[in-house]
Structure formats: structure tokens, C-alpha cells
């Protein structure tokens, strides 16, 4: 809903992320909990031991893997350029994923977890997430089907007290305590209120812990099912609960996005399309003024060699509006084109207009006849690639033939004042109009 950067944002978003990460050992756990619990007779330490070591050395193989091998991997992908190689390597690591840490008597999901984790770490993440965008409603939609077919509705409906109660008390106790927590950390009662809320329902990983732990016998299927029921309800009261504290907003509470509109150190991004020269210096200014930066390009070559001097690119086509939507143009304070392609520049430009009408767009125009596509297409702002550093040169040589500091800034200023007529001139009546002003003299006034 936009609100990742509010207060209560803020303090929610980590705490959700903490709560994906703490399944990895909790999944990781539950075949030796269920193997310990099943009795001093059944479980043999030494083999516990083993099956922990085998375990862990499969999960440390995976991270140094993708450590060392990963980015040199989808960069050689990327190479091809191909859409479909990309999402298909994407899936072949997940399922090799798996597949590895099947074989080490861990569930199967936790190495689905544990790769989607390490490629969300790669500099290739927003053109992945991009090209399985499609299929990500679909396989979603399946997780849900997949849960709901393992439960058994007679069992619920008859436990309806007690999936309800569960629900219930789930919500109250999770709200209640993230509440007093923001409170002691200094959050603003609604916002804590707000906190509380948002993060009382049950998580969507705890329909995998159910089911892994039914399927390691540690408890029964239908105790998981009635398990599920009671995480599925308190998804369902959540919205109604924060529509509820919403309504108990004081006046005199502002809303926590609020002045966020000032360059603040470390808060908001920018995002910059096209990694080239132009790009680089850019980033550099950027990142040295405490904002962060989100870089795309598509060149492999250009990821590399930014890699080297220690910036991180993604690696992504950024004439394409999910792409952009994917690096969070939606949130971004501003969004820079300096990519090479000008009609792909002229695309991004155009789709991420009608998008989102509000955001800051500025756009490197490679020429004079660029410049005049792009105006149409209403970006905040348009400059021409050697424009000022053109006129640099020129102030330079004028200074060495003695012309006065005064007398230069006003040809310089002549000149933009010429160059703008004509640029007008040009969109309504072609590239051969109002040709004769680049002829024609400065006006020096009363200066020699």
C-alpha cells in the first residue's frame, strides 16, 4: 500500500523478514526433533550427529556455491540474451536446490527457500524477478491449493471453536506484544497500534512447517490441519483489524511519511538506467550525497567492470516497465536514463510516464534530434549528453583569448537562449529550421 517507509513500516518490514529467515532453521530442525522425539530406543545419537554435519555441509556447499559461482553463472546466461534461458536457469537452481538438500534428510522446501534466498542476493535479482513475475500468481495459487487440499473441512468444521479461539488468540497475543515492543522502542501509539496489527496474523511459511512437520510424524495430519485453519483465520481478520486502527488515528498524529520530501541521508532511492559513463559518474555523486542508488544495465561487460571498482549494478532491462516496477520505481525519488539505445530510452520514458504520472523522470539525450523525441514524452528533465561540456570547452578557449568572465557568461547564456529557439523551431517545422541562428553572431551590447 506505499507504505514501506513510514514509521510503522519501518519497524514491521524487518521484523517480517526476520520471520522468513527464522523457517530455514526451523525446517532444519524438525527431522531431528521428530527423530529425538520419537523415543530414547529410536533415535541413535551418533547417526543424529551425522545426518546434522551432512546437513550443514550441503547448506554451506549451496552458499559458497552461489558465492563464487552464481553471478559468473547468470552473467554467462545473461550473455545470451535471452528471457526464457534466464527464468529457466532460475528454476533449474531452485530445483537443484532442493533436490541437494532432499538428499541430506532436510525438506525440500527449505532448499527451495534457501535458493530464492541466495538469488535475491545476486546482481541479477530484478531481471529474475521480472521474468518469473508471470508464473508467480500461478505458483502462489498453487502453494494455497496445495495446503488447502491437505486439510480435512469435517475435522475444522467440527473444531470450529477451537480453529476460531486459536485465531483469535494468535492475533491478540502477536499484536499485543509487538505493540508494548514498539512502545519501549519509542513509537508513537499508533504507529505501534498500527505495528501490532499488521504483524498479528500468522505467516504463510507456517503452512510448510505444518506440513513438513506432519509429514516427519511430529505431530498428526490433522493436528497440522487444524494448525493451518487457525494461521488461514488469522489472515482473514488481519485487514479488518487494520482497517480498525486505522479509524483510531488521532488528528493531532500526522502521518509518518510525512516530510520525507527533503534529501535525507540514507532515506529513498534513486534509480539510474544505463551504467555507462554517463551513469557512473552519476552513481558516484549520488551515493556520495547519502542517497541510496539502484543501478540497471544490460551489458554483463558493464556489470563486470563496475564490480571491480566496488559498485553494485543489477543486472536488468530498464526499457521495460516491470523491470523498473521490479527496482521500485514506484518508491524511487527519482529515476535517471543515460542507457545507450535511444529509442529504448524513448520506451522507458513513455511507459513509465502513463505508469506513474508523479514520478521525477530525467533523460540523457545522446543528440540534438533526441532531444526533440523525448519532449513529447514529458520528463522532468531533458539533457543533452555533450551539451555542457561543449559549452565548457568553449568558455575555456574564450578565457585564453581574453575575453571577460562577464562577456563569456553572456554569449554562454546567448547561446542557450539560440539554441532553444531553434530546438523549438525544429519540432514544428523540421530539423532544417531556424538553421540560420547557428550563424549568426552575439550581440556584445556596450562591451568591447
Not at 73 to 92: H, K, P, Y
Request: aromatic residues 8%; charged residues 20%.
Amino acid at each position: 500500500q506505499g507504505e514501506l517507509n513510514t514509521d510503522y513500516g519501518n519497524r514491521a518490514f524487518p521484523v517480517l523478514l526476520l520471520q522468513d529467515l527464522a523457517v530455514a532453521p526451523l525446517l532444519a530442525a524438525l527431522p531431528f526433533a521428530a527423530s529425538a522425539g520419537s523415543g530414547a530406543e529410536g533415535f541413535d545419537l551418533a547417526q543424529g550427529w551425522s545426518d546434522a554435519l551432512k546437513a550443514g555441509a550441503v547448506i554451506a556447499v549451496l552458499i559458497l556455491a552461489a558465492r563464487f559461482a552464481l553471478n559468473p553463472l547468470l552473467r554467462m546466461v545473461a550473455g545470451s540474451g535471452s528471457r526464457e534461458a534466464f527464468a529457466a536457469t532460475a528454476l533449474f537452481l531452485v530445483a537443484a536446490a532442493s533436490l541437494a538438500v532432499a538428499w541430506a534428510g532436510l525438506p525440500m522446501g527449505l532448499g527451495a527457500f534457501l535458493a530464492g534466498a541466495l538469488l535475491a542476493e545476486s546482481l541479477y535479482r530484478h531481471q529474475i524477478e521480472t521474468d518469473i513475475e508471470p508464473f508467480r500468481g500461478l505458483l502462489l495459487g498453487l502453494f494455497f491449493i496445495s495446503i488447502g487440499m491437505r486439510l480435512d473441512l469435517r475435522a475444522i468444521a467440527e473444531a470450529w471453536l477451537i480453529v476460531l479461539g486459536g485465531a483469535v488468540g494468535l492475533v491478540a497475543i502477536k499484536a499485543a506484544f509487538l505493540y508494548g515492543l514498539s512502545r519501549a522502542f519509542g513509537a508513537r501509539r499508533h504507529d505501534a497500534l498500527l505495528t501490532g496489527a499488521v504483524l498479528s496474523q500468522g505467516g504463510e511459511f507456517a503452512f510448510v512447517v505444518f506440513s513438513v512437520g506432519a509429514d516427519a510424524l511430529l505431530f498428526s495430519q490433522g493436528e497440522a490441519g487444524l494448525l493451518s485453519a487457525i494461521v488461514t483465520v488469522s489472515m482473514i481478520l488481519t485487514p479488518f483489524l487494520m482497517a480498525a486502527v486505522r479509524t483510531m488515528r488521532p488528528k493531532k498524529e500526522t502521518d509518518s511519511a510525512e516530510g520525507l520530501d527533503g534529501p535525507r541521508g540514507g532515506e529513498g532511492h534513486v534509480i539510474i538506467a544505463g551504467f555507462g559513463r554517463m551513469g557512473q559518474i552519476i552513481s558516484q555523486v549520488i551515493s556520495a550525497a547519502d542517497i541510496a542508488v539502484t543501478a540497471i544495465d544490460k551489458s554483463p561487460s558493464h556489470i563486470r567492470n563496475a564490480e571491480r571498482f566496488g559498485f553494485k549494478v543489477y543486472y536488468g532491462d530498464a526499457s521495460r516497465l516491470d523491470t523498473l516496477l521490479t527496482a521500485g520505481a514506484a518508491e524511487a525519488r527519482a529515476i535517471i536514463f543515460c542507457m545507450d539505445d535511444t529509442s529504448a530510452v524513448n520506451h522507458a520514458v513513455e511507459s513509465l510516464r502513463a505508469r506513474l504520472p508523479n514520478a521525477f523522470i530525467l533523460a540523457v539525450a545522446h543528440d540534438r534530434m533526441h532531444e526533440i523525441e523525448l519532449r513529447p514524452l514529458n520528463p522532468d528533465v531533458i539533457v543533452r549528453e555533450t551539451m555542457e561540456s561543449s559549452l565548457l570547452i568553449a568558455r575555456k578557449a574564450l578565457e585564453e583569448l581574453d575575453f571577460s568572465n562577464a562577456l563569456i557568461e553572456d554569449f554562454i547564456e546567448q547561446f542557450r537562449k539560440r539554441d532553444r529557439e531553434r530546438l523549438l523551431a525544429q519540432m514544428d517545422f523540421g530539423p532544417e529550421a531556424a538553421k540560420d541562428l547557428m550563424h549568426a553572431k552575439f550581440d556584445r551590447g556596450a562591451q568591447p
